[in-house]
């Protein structure tokens, strides 16, 4: 296994397109978060899956974004009617849910870019 | 709300010398605490974490300490390397949730 991967690494986008990142666990890790990360700031928390189920969602996460993970494996964050505002680097994070104090495993993130 | 705190954005540490990295935190309902290393273009990796009901984890040259009283935690390293050169990020997990400070980026020199 060769750990949590992204795509795409990059996206550049107009203002008021929609936009679609996806992320592929560690197999077997039924635990997968979102994160959005800005310059100068740690990555903050978007929304949280167990297996197939959005258990936690942030209240940062407006309405234009919404997130799947349909059969508990891959997951997409789409958003939609871009705003510059929505320009960071999405990160996605996968734990196996074993034990108390489990470690997240992150990918290497897709850097967005609006226009 | 910024419930986890890292008020120093950078430190610089001759190398072979200790490096001290400090976090501190709002909420006492955090039930572990970890430490993340970042590169440029790369995704947070995993160092060390901290059970709430521990003051001291160590793994090879990394040592987390952790004061419930004052809510506050540092990452030691001993000793420190070039390539330790990065930017640290704490986190506190509660619920699902990890909430992570701003950062500090450690310039180790040669």
């Known amino acids: 296994d060769t750990g949590v991967s992204q795509d795409p690494r990059h996206k550049i986008t107009k203002r008021g397109q929609n936009v679609t990142f996806r992320c592929d666990p560690i197999?077997?890790?039924?635990?997968l978060y979102w994160y959005r990360q800005t310059l100068g700031q740690g990555p903050e928390f978007l929304t949280y899956?167990?297996?197939?189920?959005?258990?936690?969602k942030s209240r940062l996460l407006s309405d234009r974004f919404s997130a799947e993970r349909p059969k508990g494996s891959f997951s997409t964050l789409e958003i939609q009617r871009t705003e510059q505002g929505d320009s960071a680097m999405y990160l996605c994070a996968s734990s196996s849910g074993q034990n108390p104090q489990e470690t997240q495993y992150f990918g290497p993130g897709t850097r967005l870019l609006v226009l | 709300d910024q419930q986890v705190k890292q008020n120093s954005p950078s430190l610089s540490v001759q190398e072979g010398r200790i490096s001290i990295l400090n976090c501190d935190y709002t909420?006492?309902?955090?039930?572990?605490f970890l430490w993340y290393k970042k590169y440029p273009a790369e995704g947070p990796t995993f160092l060390i974490s901290?059970?709430?009901?521990?003051d001291k984890n160590e793994d090879g040259r990394f040592t987390v300490f952790l004061n419930k009283s004052a809510k506050h935690l540092s990452l030691h390293i001993v000793p420190s390397q070039p390539g330790d050169s990065a930017v640290y990020f704490c986190a506190a997990h509660r619920t699902y949730k990890y909430i992570f400070g701003t950062g500090t980026r450690l310039k180790v020199l040669a």
């Open positions: 901290i059970s709430s009901i521990k």
């Open positions: 899956f167990q297996n197939e189920a959005q258990l936690e």
């Open positions: 197999s077997e890790h039924n635990r």
């Open positions: 909420n006492s309902m955090f039930d572990y």
